[in-house]
């Protein structure tokens, strides 16, 4: 999507860690007009492939993730990252590494809110080693539900979570791709 | 907002310790085109309001507020729950409390994303005491901006965290007010 990688240009910021800052617009404050044709691009992209709902975890890919929902019209669910009072005892969880914040965490789903039925889209705002992917497919496998796709806003490509994701035959789409970023400069894949 | 009060007692759960469970269309599982509906309810509400800006707390404010951007056409940004990596520095902070988690934990945003120029519309899935509530509005006082008002998509009025706000002179506006809430019966203020 060219306006996107336009956009981490003009507005994204490398920082110490190879951590590329998007707060501006996707994960912090979220640019609402500019995260609904994120939204309406994923529903382009995955318009035929049959799907009942979408999945993403909290809280940085509720965002796209519902503005996604809105243009493919189907429910949105978010895994929780941890066990809350108000969760409910039966969850379908799992342990997923974080390295932003350098510690593992839990995530879950109530049970109630995926069936075998479902045919499931998975999206996240980034895609980089593919921790947070993984515990987003043992989720559905749990569930007994097919993966229709996964789909990131943008995938650090260079980090081969994507790529090991598309080895194994899941369609993985994403709206940017960044293949390298060294200091200031982001190379996106073509 | 007579549909949302159909809603929550059609698919609500009244759990022990005061809980009322709408996590399967409000906030874990969401009713897309319901949210959308909560959304543009916000959006006529405030509409004379000159709101510039939403401000909601992760997790479960992302998409009731972002659903209400999308109608008023105005940026969103959602509060952090603790001072992560990629977060920077420069935050405007507040301590909540958290009955449901009983425990206490920062919120912060960073100061980039709400200036003195703004008038910031709060926006929230529950009121409850009003603790969120009040982490929001220390964030707005720090920043230098106006607030609009509050809208919660459920007050438990009983609780009277919005009529506290309400006497201070902020705008509340809920869409659904739980006067009393005793066993499985919910009444709503009329």
Known sequence: ???????????????????LKV??????????????QMGSEISRLFETARVTKILTVEASGIAIALAAAHYLKVPM???????A???G?????????????GKDYEIAVNTDYISPEDRVLLIDDFLATGEAAEGLIEIVRQ?????????????????????SLRARGIRVES???????IGENIRFRS
């Open 23 to 36: 707060g501006g617009f996707l994960n912090q404050r979220i640019d609402t007009d500019f995260i609904f």
């Open 1 to 19: 999507m060219k306006a996107l990688e336009e956009k981490i240009l003009a507005e994204g910021k490398v920082c110490p860690g190879d951590i």
């Open 77 to 83: 669910v978010f895994a929780k990252k941890s066990t």
């Open 143 to 163: 569930s007994g539900a097919e993966i229709a796709g996964f789909c990131a806003a943008i995938e650090k490509g260079y980090q081969g979570g994507g790529d």
């Open 85 to 87: 009072k108000n969760l």
């Open 175 to 181: 709206l940017a791709i960044i293949d390298e970023m």
């Open 89 to 101: 005892d039966d969850v379908y969880k799992a342990s997923v590494h974080s390295y932003t914040h």
